[in-house]
């Protein structure tokens, strides 16, 4: 029995530091701040970690329910190790603001894929963001689909 958890522990150990996306990598821009149109529409900014593939994001958006303010986790994968400038992230993270003129409260997940041009300092990213309301309404919506542009800042 000892024998199996050690060994159970060291394949998962062994898993976790051998993944590839753990690898560290440079982020392709430190802050970007800009808009987001869509169902959910509005003022988004996202930076990233230092020498980390990860980001927040903050967002102002208002939709049909009314306005929100978001925070996000992401998550960046590189799926084209040619093109260092295309990157597919996930992540999560909560909400909270009006829900039909009530005060709410609720989680959020993401996905998207995200663009960053050479010569222009703009990024864009075409996203995914379905909500669950868990305080005051429960009730889900997800159908937020959206496009950001974004302006980078100089690292």
């Known amino acids: ?73 992401e998550y960046h994968l590189e799926p084209f190790k040619k093109n260092t400038r295309t990157f597919i992230y996930l992540g999560g993270g909560g909400f909270g603001g009006d829900w039909d003129e009530e005060f709410s409260l609720g989680v959020a997940a993401v996905a998207g894929i995200e663009y960053t041009l050479r010569d222009l300092p703009l990024n864009f990213s075409l996203d995914w963001k379905p909500m669950l309301n868990l305080y005051a309404v429960f009730e889900p919506d997800l159908l937020d689909f959206g496009l950001s542009i974004r302006y980078r800042f100089k690292k």
């Open 1 to 73: 029995m000892k024998r199996t958890k050690l060994l159970a522990s060291l394949l998962a150990l062994s898993a976790i530091l051998l993944i590839p996306w753990q690898e560290i990598k440079a982020q392709p821009y430190m802050h970007s701040a800009g808009i987001r149109a869509g169902y959910s529409s509005g003022i988004s900014y996202k930076g990233f970690r230092l020498h980390r593939m990860s980001a927040f994001e903050v967002d102002f958006l208002y939709n049909k329910h009314g306005f929100n303010l978001g925070a996000l986790y």
